[in-house]
């Protein structure tokens, strides 16, 4: 049931935002709404402004105490450092936090340190002077798997720090190694234990927002459907499945890569293990299943503390979580390419849990791949920065006041085409990571 349900209203969601729509007339009385910037299509009541202009490469994004926002480019191997001069202003960079460190990615602040991972290490270092360069710069924990999806996760709490690192291939039964898993080590990492397993490709990991629970997104695998026919060009199966998962990760849970996907569907290619029954009914699945090959990256929760002090969003967008969906090449047409909000359930006795997905920015438009979404962060005003490493952006998310408009893509509004719903077969996504 969750995972019809979760298609249902993505395809709902989809039909709306991807529609041809010409431009509005304006209400009257209010103000026109901007217009969306690279051809971007916008839920109505949501705006979308560029805050970083040209940074190639942008990937995963953080804040400290300060309000320092650091953007991490693990091909330029540096994370670098911007600062906003005055509330709702431009982001200024500030300067490189970190050289050097080919393939870093993932990062977390905590108390005065920017924790920050390479595919094999960890490493933390602080910026006392506020100058936006690192110092103290330390490595943690080196000699870790790395490389196939190399994108290690990191999340730092009082008592240790959580990292992993997905599969070195699409479907590879690595259950004897460390890979496919998320460890809990100290905070000196000398000392380990296994959190859980049965993952593929889990690229950031938090707690959500008055809680405990380790919540991360993860990639569903390639090629479903080819042990059954399923080829370039003809994949019905395949386009469909398996789905993304927005997981809430436990002491000991096992997530059902490789073997088992989605709401307990084993792989045709592991149907005759004799413990397979066993494999799916250990499978936790997911809380949320979001659509198949959408390479779901980066996440944050709103947090309801600081929405209450900054009104940046309607009350009933706290505790909801917006993820940014990369896109994927293993489907007949360009899925994903978005920005979307994941919606829990406000009654804990009725759950409590994810309840349904909207798309809020869709990154295609015209028949056109506009932008590949990479990560989701909450900055201090409230509102949700998201970043592309194509075409290089950092983006500022906030809902609009007064009577609601949808933004309408420039190049809608400038007669240079329409926003198609149906995409070309034919184009491919820009070869970038996942």
């Known amino acids: ?119 094999g290490a960890v490493f933390k270092g602080r910026d006392a002077d506020g100058d936006g360069v690192g110092e103290d710069v330390t490595e943690v924990l080196g000699g870790l798997p790395s490389g196939g999806h190399w994108w290690r996760s990191i999340l730092v709490t009082g008592d240790g720090f959580y990292t992993s690192i997905g599969d070195s291939g699409n479907i590879t039964d690595q259950t004897t190694t460390d890979r496919q898993k998320i460890w809990k080590y100290s905070l000196d990492g000398k000392d380990r234990s296994l959190f859980c397993s049965g993952i593929r490709n889990t690229e950031k990991l938090l707690l959500r927002p008055g809680t405990h629970e380790v919540w991360g997104l993860d990639h569903g695998s390639d090629w479903f459907g080819k042990e059954v026919g399923d080829a370039q060009g003809n994949q019905p199966i395949t386009d469909l499945n398996p789905p993304d998962e927005f997981n809430h990760y436990i002491q000991g849970g096992f997530y059902g890569h490789p073997f088992v996907v989605g709401d307990r569907l084993p792989r045709y290619e592991y149907l005759k293990r004799e413990d397979i029954h066993d494999l799916a009914a250990d499978t936790i699945p997911p809380a949320w299943s979001v659509g198949a090959h959408w390479a779901t990256n980066g996440f944050c929760f709103i947090d309801p503390g600081l929405n209450q002090r900054t009104g940046a969003f309607p009350r009933d967008h706290e505790g909801d979580a917006f993820i940014a969906c990369h896109g994927s090449w293993n489907s007949s047409e360009p899925v994903g390419y978005c920005v979307a909000r994941i919606v829990f359930d406000k009654d804990p006795a009725l759950g409590g849990g994810p309840a349904g997905l909207l798309k809020i920015v869709s990154t295609v438009s015209g028949g056109r791949i506009r932008g590949r979404p990479v990560d989701c962060t909450q900055a201090p005003d409230g509102s949700v920065l998201f970043s592309t490493d194509q075409p290089g952006r950092v983006y500022r998310l906030t809902r609009e006041a007064g009577p609601h408009r949808r933004q309408t893509p420039r190049h809608a509004r400038d007669g240079m085409g329409r926003c198609g719903s149906k995409l070309s077969r034919t184009r491919k996504p820009p070869a970038t990571p996942a």
């Open 1 to 119: 049931m969750r995972s019809a349900l979760g298609t249902l209203v993505v395809v709902v969601s989809v039909a709306g935002i991807a529609r041809a729509q010409p431009p509005e007339a304006p209400v009257t009385g209010a103000p026109a709404a901007p217009a969306a910037p690279d051809g971007y299509i916008v839920r109505e009541g949501y705006r979308v402004e560029v805050m970083i202009e040209r940074l190639p490469g942008a990937r995963f994004l953080e804040f400290d105490d300060r309000g320092t926002l650091y953007v991490s480019r693990p091909g330029q191997g540096d994370i670098v450092a911007f600062r906003q001069e005055e509330p709702g202003g431009p982001w200024k960079r500030l300067g490189t936090f970190i050289t050097g460190k080919r393939q870093v990615h993932g990062m977390h602040f905590r108390d005065g340190w920017l924790w920050f991972t390479t595919s």
